[in-house]
């Protein structure tokens, strides 16, 4: 693991206004992601862990503080260059997979290299490459309903990766899946990150929060605690073993 | 370009497996691209071609006017307009046209064309090039024998023969020698020949005895209001050295507004509903595409997470409506091209010569540009989604596609557009319908039933004199007659209700003469009022003593009796011609000699057809127990039997000659009900989609109430209540559209109010039935929804 941080969070916040009421999501949050790290961000439902992934993934603005990225501030850009950055620099899992039903595996895997505007012949090969990390090029010319949850979650990490984003984000990845399927997913993100990507993901459970090298916990949108090694304080290899 | 065919490609993957939308959306959009496509190839045709002669926008119409009686035009008497054309100082060449129809003889079968007998300079005002030969030249005498053709009639009789010119062909009997032949583009309103103009003595004699339709062309730089300056001066002096020319001005319209003019408003009346049409397309499938997004927001909401634009975000809804747009184009030409037969009837036959109707590139252009203005329109609508997207929200787990309120505003507002642009074509539609209705209710005067007619004209060279010339038309009427099955039959100069004859003033004893006593004035056989039905309200008729020399006794219509003869038995009384004076003999009905709309002059003086009032040609009116083709045969035997070279080329009813002049009023309303049942089942559409929608929407909600015990019934009068609501929102502003669409239909309909408030609750009530009858199915379905699946899936 390097020390340079890819991510930096000083004191975010994030308040929700609906019809006069104000609902604070996320207070005064620090945090930094180093290059190479798997970050495991914890808590129960409503502590504002998916909200703090929105914010980290430029979904969504924060309501003060400082993010920097690469070492640039993004907490202000506009839509536009967000969309950029997301293209280049982040990769989304998401709990539901949220692939494109009228487009095939391959397509799906294909579509953020078509935003970033690459040549076909290297998006092919890009394509190929990504797919075939998660072993399903087999599969490339089908639609995702013809597919298992199991294998679109597989098909969604492979459009994370197919772009070699600097960050992976992911939302409760194994939320949909068995726990077969889940662990299958949750050690192919850990190839990844044996690989060297950094990867921060929110997960509930602590199974595969001890995937991670360390782990951020969060309560009513504060970070309450935060550790070396997964949510039982283990470190990542002891996770693998278990 | 490859991002551009990507999305095309997955656009049509995925309308393949929405067929439902996508034929709703291109049968929408084919009726709009279609109706717009059509009238724009008449706008085309009619608008935007080049006249076909030199120099176009210099060529004048000319026409006499009375100063009492403003509106009123006249053409021009033949000394009338040698005085103008010595006298003006703006126009470089000025020329009057008698139409005539003539027997082109020589033939296997003789045939009948229709002939401009031009005086000199015709051609300098129409400078026409020819393609063979040479037009009339000022150098061709009054009435010599040479003669132009048209490359129409030249190709059709004579096959093309380029051997033809110089050679002699057979017009009415008499040798012309063929000198040109005109360019097929040159249609001058549908004459196929043109000789040199012979006035008869009157012609020349009589200042007031208008036959001349007269023609100008500007000098170079002289402006409209130059020329009718220098008219209207012209006039002047005239009046003070004629006394037929007192009171007597002159109108001088571009020849494209004189012949076309009218033709403007019916374009434009059917462009705007061309349009409103295309509009509802629009609205309709914006509607859908804007429903089918909400459902795919997570989609949207992917494509943006990965780092899509807003361009490639919307990309697959533009790409969807790109390809239906297209499609829909094509099939819109479809709908053109069947569009155009019904047209055809409105486009004069002689610019449907210059360039006949039909799909021609710019048509073509204009089609595509259409189709990509449509795409752009309707598949930005889902980019108004992209405005309010909240990303995390919906990529997070259970999220649904559910609508906000604004969105639903947005749904309801468009299909309350839908339904007010549906009520102004509805309520346009209604007012044509109910001007034709009137139109044909008119009185014309004459009876339609069981009336049957023929034109025709003895041969010139046979009958050189009109002695001989009536002579022959009374043994025409004799051999008609011997036909077993004619029971009656006559013959007219001028075919009543089909067009206007020759017009003349007049005068009676101790009264002023004003320049407005004119009247029409019409050459008949004894029987052909009673054939014609025209009742004989007071006096005789005519009777075979009357058909002297010079006869003395003349008919009068009723409203020529009421005005000119007051208080007094008008039978006895005198009218005068010029120096000739005649005694009313009858009084007869009123006929409309121009159709019921044009009043055109109701004053009729019935003169016999004797040598003095003897006709070049006549209509030959019958009573027959047998119609059309079987009677045809029999009447030709018998006309050839008296003149083997007169054609009698076609038996029409006088219903079918009546029905003509309202032809052009029953092909608008049938255009205009068309595109109301076009825009009344988009609207229907609409409003059935929208609701399918909510009530989709609403499936959980729907579940609720149901489980607390709303009894089916409730559920159905919500959701019809919910439709009709917005019907009755759209039919509220579409009075206001009516309103303002009446400004295009005011000068075409009669007799009719386009904002009657009858009228607009009638189209309302239509619309409103249409919109319950829509509102129906999705109500249905609420009603059965299931209230333990609606809450399982909440």
Same mark, same amino acid.
């Given at each position: 693991? %390097?020390t340079?941080?890819?991510?930096? +969070? ?5 308040v929700?206004t609906t019809d ?7 207070a005064d949050?620090h945090l930094?992601i180093r290059?190479?790290?798997?970050l495991?961000?914890?808590g129960?439902?409503?502590?504002g862990?998916?909200?703090l992934l929105?914010i980290l ?8 503080? +400082?993010? #920097?990225?690469?070492?640039? *501030?993004v907490a202000r ?6 969309a950029?950055i997301?293209?280049r620099?982040i990769g989304?899992i998401f709990q ?6 009228d487009? /095939?595996v391959?397509?799906?895997?294909e579509?953020?290299?078509?935003y ?6 290297? @998006?092919? /090969?890009?394509?190929?490459l990504a ?5 399903m090029?087999h599969?490339?010319?089908h ?5 298992s949850?199991?294998q679109q ?5 492979a459009r994370?990766?197919?772009g070699? *984003?600097?960050i992976?984000l ?7 899946l068995?726990s077969?399927?889940?662990e ?7 190839g990844?990150?044996r690989?060297?990507s950094t ?7 602590s199974r595969?929060a001890n995937f991670?090298d360390r782990t951020?916990q969060?309560?009513d949108?504060?970070?309450? #605690? ?7 304080? @283990?470190p990542?290899?002891a996770?693998?073993?278990? | 370009m490859p991002g551009?065919?990507?999305?095309l490609?997955?656009?049509?993957r ?7 939308f996508a ?13 717009n ?5 008449m706008l085309h045709?009619?608008v935007?071609t080049?006249?076909?002669?030199k120099?176009?926008?210099r ?6 006017t009375?100063?009492a009686?403003p ?7 033949w000394?009338?307009?040698?005085d103008?054309?010595?006298?003006n100082r ?11 129809a003539?027997n082109l ?13 031009v005086?000199e300079?015709?051609f300098?005002?129409f400078q ?5 030969g040479?037009?009339?030249?000022p150098s061709?005498?009054?009435?010599s024998p040479v003669?132009?053709l048209?490359?129409?009639?030249w190709r059709r009789?004579y096959?093309g023969?380029?051997?033809l010119?110089?050679?002699e062909?057979r017009l009415n009997?008499?040798?012309h020698?063929?000198v ?6 040159f249609?001058?309103?549908?004459r196929?020949?043109f ?6 003595q009157?012609?020349k004699e009589?200042?007031?005895m ?5 023609y ?5 730089g ?6 009718r300056?220098?008219?209207? /001066?012209?006039c002047q002096a005239l009046? %003070?050295e004629?006394e037929? !020319?007192?009171?007597r001005?002159?109108?001088? @319209?571009t020849?494209?507004e004189d012949r076309?003019?009218s033709q403007?408003?019916v374009?434009?009346? +059917? ?5 409103l049409v295309l509009?509802?397309a629009?609205?309709n499938?914006?509607?859908?595409l ?11 909401a992917?494509?943006a997470a990965?780092?899509g634009g ?12 790109l390809l239906?747009?297209l ?7 479809l709908v053109?091209?069947l ?5 055809r009837?409105l486009?004069?036959?002689d610019?449907a010569?210059?360039?006949a109707l039909g799909l021609?590139? *710019?048509?073509?252009g204009l089609?595509?540009?259409t189709a990509?203005l449509?795409a752009?329109l309707?598949?930005s609508?889902?980019?108004?989604l ?7 929200q919906?990529?997070k #787990?259970?999220?649904?596609s559910? #609508?906000?309120?604004?969105r639903r505003h947005l749904?309801?507002a468009l ?5 007010a642009?549906?009520?102004m074509?509805?309520?346009g ?5 109910f001007?034709?209705n ?6 014309l005067?004459? @009876?339609?039933?069981?009336v049957?007619?023929f034109s ?10 009109e ?5 022959a038309m009374?043994?025409v009427l ?6 077993p099955s ?7 100069d001028y075919m009543p209700?089909?067009?206007s004859g020759?017009?003349?003033?007049f005068? /009676?004893?101790g009264?002023e003469?004003?320049?407005t006593d004119?009247a029409?004035v019409?050459a008949?056989s004894?029987e052909a +009022?009673p054939?014609l ?7 005789r008729a005519?009777?075979?003593? !009357?058909l002297?020399?010079n006869p003395k006794?003349?008919?009068i219509?009723?409203g020529?009796? !009421?005005?000119?003869f007051p ?8 009218i005068?011609?010029g ?12 006929v ?7 009043k055109?002059l109701?004053?009729?003086?019935y003169?016999?057809?004797?040598e ?5 040609s006549?209509?030959i ?8 083709e079987a009677l ?5 035997a018998?006309?050839r039997?008296?003149?083997p070279?007169?054609p009698v ?9 009546a029905g003509r ?6 092909v608008?309303t ?5 595109f109301a ?7 229907l559409l609409g409003?059935h ?10 499936t959980?909600e729907?579940?609720?109430r149901m489980?607390?015990?709303a009894?089916?019934g409730?559920?159905?009068r !919500?959701?019809?209540r919910?439709?009709l609501?917005?019907?009755g929102l759209?039919?509220l502003l579409?009075?206001a559209g009516?309103?303002?669409f009446s400004g ?9 109010n386009?904002t009657?408030?009858?009228l607009?609750?009638a189209?309302?009530a239509v619309?409103?039935a249409?919109a319950?009858?829509?509102?129906l199915f *999705?109500?249905l379905r609420a ?6 699946v609606?809450l399982?899936?909440?």
């Open positions: 693991m %390097t340079n941080p890819i991510i930096r +969070l000083e004191s975010i916040k994030k929700f006069e009421v104000e609902t604070h999501a996320l949050i930094e290059e190479g790290e798997f495991s961000i914890a129960p439902s409503g502590c862990k998916s909200t929105a993934g430029l979904l969504d603005a924060p309501s003060g503080g +400082l993010y #920097e990225l690469s070492g640039k *501030p850009l506009n839509l536009s260059d967000r950029r997301r293209n620099e989304f539901s997979f949220n692939l494109i039903g487009l /095939t391959f397509e799906n895997v579509l953020p290299l078509v970033r505007g690459m040549p076909g012949g290297e @998006r092919r /090969t890009r394509v190929m797919l075939e990390e998660v072993g090029v599969r490339a010319n639609l995702p309903a013809q597919l949850g199991g979650q597989r098909v969604a990490v994370a990766v197919a070699r *984003p600097t992976l992911a939302d409760e990845p194994t939320g949909n068995d077969t399927n889940g299958s997913v949750m050690e192919l993100l850990k990844l990150h690989r060297g990867i921060c993901m929110v997960t509930h459970d595969f991670a951020v969060l309560f949108g504060r970070v309450v #605690e935060e550790r070396q090694g997964g949510a039982n304080g @283990r990542a290899s996770a693998l073993q278990h | 551009l065919l990507n999305d490609r997955h656009a049509l995925a309308l393949l497996r929405a067929r439902g034929t709703a959306a291109l049968l929408a959009l084919a009726l709009g691209i279609g109706a496509t059509a009238v724009y190839s045709t009619m935007l080049p006249l076909p002669f120099d176009p926008e060529v004048m119409s000319l026409w006499g009375v100063t009686n509106g009123w035009t006249a053409s021009l008497s000394s009338r307009l040698r103008w054309a010595a006298r703006t126009f470089e060449a000025l020329a009057g046209v008698d139409s005539v003539m003889g020589g033939l296997e079968t003789p045939q009948r064309v229709q002939v401009g007998a005086t300079g015709f300098n005002v026409v090039r020819p393609v063979q040479r037009t009339l030249l061709d005498p009054e009435g003669v132009v048209s490359e129409g009639l009789v096959g023969d380029p051997a010119l110089g050679r062909v009997g008499l040798s020698t063929v040109g032949i005109l360019p097929g583009t249609a001058f309103n549908g196929e020949a000789v040199p103009l012979k006035p008869r009157a012609e009589r200042r007031n208008n036959f001349l339709i007269a100008g062309r500007l000098k170079a002289v402006t409209l209001a130059q020329a300056e220098d008219l209207a /001066t012209v009046a %003070t004629q037929g !020319d007192r009171g001005g002159a109108l001088v @319209r020849y494209r076309y003019g403007g408003s374009i434009l009346l +059917l462009g705007l509903a061309a349009g509009l509802i629009c609205i499938v914006a509607n859908q804007l429903a089918r997004a909400t459902g795919r927001l997570r989609d949207m992917v494509r990965l780092g807003r361009l490639q975000v919307i990309a697959p809804s533009l790409a969807e409506c239906i747009s499609v829909g184009a094509a099939a819109g030409l053109a091209h569009a155009l037969d019904l047209l009837p486009v004069p036959a610019l010569q210059t360039r021609h590139l *710019p048509t073509l089609t595509l540009a990509l449509t752009l309707c598949g609508a889902p980019g108004l992209l405005l309010k997207l909240n990303l995390a919906h990529l #787990e259970g999220s649904k559910t #609508e906000s309120r604004g749904r309801n299909v309350v557009a839908q339904v642009l549906a009520l074509l509805v309520s539609f209604s007012a044509a319908y001007s034709v009137k139109l044909l209710a008119v009185p005067g004459v @009876r339609t039933e069981a049957q007619a025709i004209q003895p041969s010139p060279s046979i009958h050189t004199d002695a001989s010339r009536l002579r009374r043994n004799e051999a008609v007659r011997s036909v004619v029971e009656q039959a006559g013959w007219i209700t089909l067009q020759r017009n003349a003033t005068k /009676t004893r009264r003469p004003l320049e004119l029409e019409r008949i004894p +009022l054939v039905g025209v009742p004989l309200v007071r006096g005519f009777e075979d003593a !009357d002297v020399l006794a003349v008919l219509n009723a020529l009796a !009421d005005q000119y208080g007094r038995d008008p039978v006895g009384q005198e005068g011609f120096s000739d004076w005649f005694q009313v003999a009858g009084v007869v009905g009123d409309r000699h121009s159709g019921p709309r044009r055109g109701l004053n009729t003086v003169f016999p057809a004797v003095t009032f003897s006709p070049q006549a209509w009116v019958l009573r027959s127990r047998q119609q059309g045809l045969g029999p009447l030709r018998a006309v039997r008296v003149d070279d007169l080329v076609r038996l029409q009813s006088l219903a079918e000659i002049t309202v032809r052009g009023e029953r608008i049938l255009l205009l009900g068309l049942a076009i825009a009344a089942l988009l609207a409003i989609g929208s609701l399918s929608y909510s009530v989709a929407q609403r959980q729907i579940g609720i489980a607390l015990g009894p089916s409730r559920v159905v !919500d959701v019809v919910e439709g609501v917005l019907a759209g039919l579409g009075i009516a309103f303002a295009a239909l005011r000068s075409l309909v009669f007799e009719v386009p009657d408030p009858l607009l609750a189209a309302s619309l409103l249409t319950a009858l829509a509102c *999705p109500a009603s059965r929804v299931d209230p333990a609606a399982r899936a909440e």
